[in-house]
DNA sequence: GTCTATATGTGGATAGAC
DNA sequence: GTCTATCCACATATAGAC
């Protein structure tokens, strides 16, 4: 009893490791050219016994990804209650370019038809991404309500500028000149995506009554 | 001789129909999932034919670059003189993204060792690459001399929001739902990306005298 | 110059020894 | 359960007929 336990134990141990190595490949050569044999090598482990774990690559795939989107959950909601919803955002990009630096977030959107029909048969898949997905929107609204957010863009449209800012190919390019500091990347990319590029030209700010 | 220069200039029809063909293969299925398969049916010839014209699918690919960006340029050298820096760089991401809409930009970053070994050691790329850059970092310095985008960024980190700008995600999942003409996205994200998501909050816009 | 057929390499997935 | 060896499909690139 002890013994399998224990084997168990060391089963999921492994099973995570091949998930964050995933993660890791994920971010840096995306899906397409990600390779099993890399995987593998990566956790020091042969090809053959990811399969024990999952039963394609895709799989594998959907399983990093979803250990992120758990993680951004956890992330959001562990923020106090009473930040407005604008806060919360910034907060949750800040949050997700800082994994990206750290381990890698597996978002590079490959059109792989093979790894769509994975990501949407996969239960957990569909449930995180709903739920992200449901998070961030209600967020938006809030923030648009109480006057932070541009309302005469869709909140669609903002949703997915958003998301698509976590996987933004300027952020690896800017690191990889080595100029920056990580928290200033991520000041930097916050900054231009909630306050845009362009000052207010010709115009001044005055604080409202 | 008037056989020869006929049969050349079918060659070169067709190379251009070839280098259309990757355009929006590229832009659709990205480097790593496009096959040469793929480009010689969508162009109506058979696979050998592509390796009298191109040499690899590196090369192929690049060609593609070049034409993109060089149609580009010329948007941009097209545009009216008087017109301030900034009001060119919208123009351009506005082209841009429109180009895109139209036949497709094949700029998907794929991390291939190969094509980026290949694009730079492409005389014509890394001369329209350069061009480009030197183009686009001068109209941002401009723009931020003339106090119409924000000094507080460093202007490297601009280009690259810009440059990533051309191939957000955001766009093609907004116009995969169906619900905004081409002009709405290319504006939304225009305006986004120049204005940012938020509103200037507590604060209200009053003109400069 | 264009096709058909093929050589070559690679990567996902499986079989079988231990 | 883990490894080694292998199968199979597919994609790049080439060879050879016409």
Redesign the interface.
């Known amino acids: 009893m002890e013994a399998v336990s224990f084997k168990e134990q060391q089963f999921k141990v492994r099973e995570d490791l091949i998930v964050v190595a995933a993660n890791r490949l994920l971010a840096?050569?995306?899906f397409?050219?990600m390779t099993m044999e890399d995987v593998a090598t990566a956790v020091g482990v042969s090809k053959g016994i990811l399969y024990k774990h999952f039963a394609s690559k895709e799989t594998l795939a959907a399983a990093a990804m979803v250990r992120v989107l758990r993680g951004a959950l956890a992330a959001i909601e562990a923020l106090p209650a009473e930040q407005p919803a604008?806060a919360k955002l910034k907060a949750a990009l800040a949050w997700t370019l800082q994994a990206r630096l750290a381990g890698g977030v597996p978002l590079l959107?490959?059109?792989?038809p093979n790894l769509q029909r994975s990501l949407f048969s996969s239960p957990d898949y569909t449930a995180a991404a709903f739920r992200m997905n449901h998070v961030i929107s209600t967020l938006v609204h809030e923030a648009v309500a109480?006057?932070?957010?541009?309302?005469d863009?869709?909140g669609?449209?903002?949703v997915?500028?958003?998301?698509?800012r976590t996987?933004?190919?300027?952020f690896d390019?800017?690191r990889a000149?080595g100029?920056?500091t990580d928290d200033q990347l991520v000041e930097?990319?916050v900054?231009?995506?909630?306050?845009?590029?362009?000052?207010?030209?010709?115009?001044?700010?005055?604080?409202?009554a």
């Open positions: 840096t050569k995306g397409d050219l604008i959107p490959s059109s792989s109480q006057g932070h957010l541009r309302g863009v869709p669609e449209v903002v997915n500028s958003l998301y698509s996987c933004d190919p300027a390019l800017l000149t100029r920056y930097h990319l900054s231009l995506c909630f306050d845009g590029l362009a000052t207010r030209g010709g115009l001044v700010l005055t604080r409202a």
